[in-house]
């Protein structure tokens, strides 16, 4: 069965500095998709970023960037210049190649990100 | 474009009770997938609807269940509550699917068992 480890439970940071949230996955699967989600106080869940197994080229979005390692089946996530808007549970999914019959989301544990001002 | 929106926002019940949980999507919207989260078991998947039909189902009892309208406005509905059930209920939408598109969720329905 797939797993998502975040090892992180809780970060802090500065404003404007940079951070990575790690994560970690086991999956004997070749094909998959990757995802970022933010959940911000008390608002909506949003996808941050995604990433699919198959493309070698890290994600980005904005400030935000993937380090993907296949081999190490690591995801991270980095945020740079951090902003106060930023504060939110980060979340790590996955998910296998999937028919549309056929798929689920996989969801990590969270981490708790605090920008600081 | 009005976001995914979900009621009620809480809700509060007695054990052996059920409940039912409405969330409309994303105008044009046909995938409905809802999740269950709770501090000590976070996010978990729960079904997913499509066009009327349940497309995907997670390890949940069958106390859990849900529909679909042919508007795409889904329901889901938990039958004899038990105290762990309490938990933030989240509804998301997408177009076609979460691994072709963009995954929108709703603010989500606060259940408490008592």
């Known amino acids: ?75 991270s996530l980095k ?10 549970m980060y979340f790590c999914a996955f998910m296998k190649h999937a028919t549309y019959s056929n798929y689920q989301l996989i969801w990590g544990a969270g981490t708790k990100l605090i920008i600081k001002p | 474009k009005a976001g995914v929106t979900q009621t009620p926002r809480y809700l509060i019940k007695t054990r052996g009770q059920q409940v039912t949980l409405s969330c409309s999507p994303i105008s044009g919207h046909r995938s409905v997938s809802w999740y269950q989260q709770t501090p000590g078991q976070g996010l978990q998947f729960l079904f997913e609807y499509f066009s009327e039909t349940q497309r995907n189902k997670g390890n949940f009892p069958g106390r859990f269940s849900g529909r679909q309208f042919s508007n795409s406005r889904s329901e889901m509905n938990v039958s004899t509550l038990e105290l762990g059930d309490s938990a933030l209920y989240l509804c998301a939408s997408s177009f076609l699917a979460v691994f072709t598109d963009t995954q929108y969720f709703g603010p989500g329905t606060r259940l408490t068992v008592l």
Do not use: H
């Not at chain 1, 094909?31 to 008390?42: A, D």
């Not at chain 1, 945020?79 to 939110?88: H, R």
């Open chain 1, 1 to 75: 069965a797939q797993t998502v480890t975040q090892s992180q439970p809780e970060m802090s940071v500065q404003e404007a500095e940079t951070v990575t949230l790690s994560c970690t996955y086991d999956t004997s699967e070749s094909n998959y998709y990757l995802f970022w989600y933010k959940q911000p106080p008390s608002r909506q869940m949003i996808l941050v970023i995604r990433q699919e197994a198959y493309k070698q080229q890290n994600a980005t979005e904005n400030r935000f960037s993937v380090n993907f390692q296949k081999a190490a089946k690591s995801f």
């Open chain 1, 79 to 88: 945020i740079s210049d951090s902003q106060l808007g930023d504060t939110a």
